[in-house]
């Protein structure tokens, strides 16, 4: 049994050792003090101040965080209210809108990204005929990082929707509130872990997104990892190294946060359940799951 | 107010952004620079049965180089304790957050003809291999980008199954071989399909991988679509074309292996 134990371990720590190796091969390049991607020549931080004397670096940084915040932020919004109502319809018409809802997630992100600059295009052509002016840009970067962000809070936000006790609002109402504060004071703190991990995931993936963004950004912008494209197909050069272990280092301070907010809630609930026996949890278990993998779906390509 | 009525912009926002580029897709793919119907974008394909059958073929390697790997390390994983599991399945996910293009550029470097892997090899006395720009290369990339995605579902699945139902298994009589084919890989195989789903579908359908690993002298769909939308030939007829057949080939694939994965509970993700 024990040898068995130690067989398993030993292939885990190969697979981790692959998982890690060119993570750690970009991390410690970054400090090389010569171009080469296979020589150390001595430690340097000049590739970080160049990194930041780099215009174009700077302002595709500046870009990606403004779409990716504004693009979260509006999905957060737009999600939630269409959960809302989502929950709020019979099982038909909810079914057929959660999956046309789904057709971002499942599809390959190239179709995505082809099949929104097909819109732009054609609608852009539509618009300047008109004498509208419109060209791909930082608009149409946003109006496609919301497109597969909304889904992400959809799918984040519903199962907290059907925990949640349908008499509370009403009995809000009949207390006199109105809707709204119904909504702000009664459903949003119910709701609130999965509003947060929606918005929370949307943000992440707009961060990472390189092939929509690649279609939809037309030539005058670009986001950082447009930037990072561009660089890996013209010169070699360890400013991506530097800007690897940025990103790296953003990701886990991000990962953490979550992961210490998640812990936290689930302990919160689990005094909940204490509290209230026999409230069931499977579903919600289920959907958690499904936003798990499907965390990935998007994100490879 | 009603409270459907909230629903109301992301369903205008759904066909707009959704469904509308969907139909254009159609469009497009069914007619000529011109503007009138052809079936042309269908037939000019022929030429490029090979880049097809080359994009499906790197990228059944690449989801099954990921289930073989994949799936023991998910059950391995299972078996530990709840400590272990959650720390884990963190560093699984970790490399995920980071960008691809740059996971995909860190293997460049290892893998060049004067890289670190090679450097290794020298260093050991083997002979050195020429790896980066082969189709090795880009499975290779995939593999590497697109493990998680086989081990997530497949873990939280295996993770899930009752202990007690693989006890009652051994109680009658069932060795942990017997376990293993009748309880668990049964209960664990909605995991398996959405994992192959969500290796194979970005794996069939990259540009990046076999631009960066695979240096242009691998050519696949993805490389294809993107030419004639952004590249020299823009060509969006044909491009839409390319991508509707995939989309096609993709769904008959995926709706084959879920008929083919029916008969427990149905597939749970996804």
């Known amino acids: ?301 | 107010m009603n409270k459907k009525g909230l629903s109301t912009p992301y369903v205008i926002w759904m066909a707009i952004f959704v469904v509308a580029p969907l139909i254009l897709v159609v469009v497009y793919a069914f007619t000529s620079k011109s503007g009138g119907f052809t079936f042309e974008n269908f037939s000019g394909m022929l030429q490029y049965a090979g880049i097809f059958s080359n994009s499906f073929l790197l990228a059944i390697i690449a989801t099954a180089i990921c289930l073989a790997i994949g799936y023991p390390l998910s059950y391995f994983l299972a078996k530990e304790s709840a400590t272990i599991r959650k720390v884990a399945m963190i560093f699984i996910m970790l490399p995920m957050w980071m960008n691809f293009l740059l996971r995909t550029y860190a293997w460049m470097s290892i893998l060049e003809d004067t890289g670190l892997f090679n450097r290794l090899l020298a260093l050991l006395g083997l002979p050195t291999l020429h790896i980066i720009n082969t189709n090795a290369a880009v499975v290779i990339g995939m593999v590497y980008n697109f493990l998680p995605f086989m081990i997530l579902p497949i873990f939280s699945v295996i993770e899930k199954i009752d202990r007690s139902v693989i006890e009652a298994a051994q109680d009658l009589g069932a060795n942990s071989v017997m376990v293993f084919k009748r309880v668990i890989f049964p209960l664990s195989l909605p995991g398996v399909l959405s994992g192959i789903t969500m290796v194979f579908i970005p794996a069939v359908s990259t540009f990046v991988i076999s631009k960066l690993l695979g240096g242009g002298m691998t050519w696949l769909l993805g490389d294809l679509i993107e030419n004639q939308f952004l590249g020299n030939v823009y060509n969006p007829h044909l491009g839409s074309a390319i991508s509707l057949v995939m989309m096609i080939i993709v769904m008959i694939c995926m709706a084959v292996m879920n008929r083919f994965g029916e008969g427990e509970e149905g597939a749970v993700v996804l």
């Not at chain 1, 215009?55 to 919004?77: D, N, P, Y």
């Open chain 1, 1 to 301: 049994m024990k040898k068995n134990r130690f067989g398993s371990r030993l292939f885990m720590t190969l697979i981790g050792i692959f998982l890690y190796a060119p993570i750690a091969v970009l991390i410690i390049f970054s400090f090389n003090a010569s171009k080469s991607r296979s020589v150390w020549a001595g430690f340097t931080l000049d590739w970080y101040t160049q990194l930041f004397q780099n215009e174009r670096i700077l302002s595709a940084i500046t870009t990606t965080f403004l779409v990716s915040i504004l693009s979260a932020l509006i999905a957060t919004v737009v999600g939630t209210a269409a959960a809302m109502g989502f929950s709020a319809m019979k099982r038909r018409p909810r079914g057929l809108f959660l999956s046309i809802n789904n057709i971002p997630l499942i599809n390959a992100d190239i179709i995505t990204g082809v099949s929104l600059m097909l819109l732009f295009v054609f609608f852009g052509g539509a618009l300047t005929a008109l004498g509208f002016r419109f060209r791909l840009g930082f608009g149409t970067l946003l109006m496609a990082h919301i497109t597969f962000n909304v889904p992400y809070v959809i799918l984040s936000v519903m199962p907290k929707l059907r925990q949640l006790d349908p008499n509370l609002m009403e009995a809000a109402l009949d207390l006199g509130a109105t809707p709204w504060q119904s909504f702000w004071k009664v459903v949003l703190p119910e709701i609130w872990p999965g509003v947060f991990n929606g918005m929370l995931i949307a943000f992440t993936m707009s961060i990472d997104d390189f092939v929509i963004s690649y279609f939809t950004a037309g030539s005058g912008v670009s986001t950082l990892a447009m930037e990072i494209y561009a660089m890996t197909r013209k010169r070699i050069s360890p400013e991506i190294n530097a800007v690897s272990t940025l990103m790296f280092l953003f990701v886990l301070i991000l990962l953490i946060i979550i992961n210490v907010r998640q812990i936290r809630q689930e302990r919160q609930e689990r005094n909940r359940r204490q509290q209230i026996k026999g409230s069931e949890m499977p579903v919600d278990e289920i959907v958690s799951n499904e936003i798990i993998s499907l965390l990935g779906e998007s994100e490879g390509e």
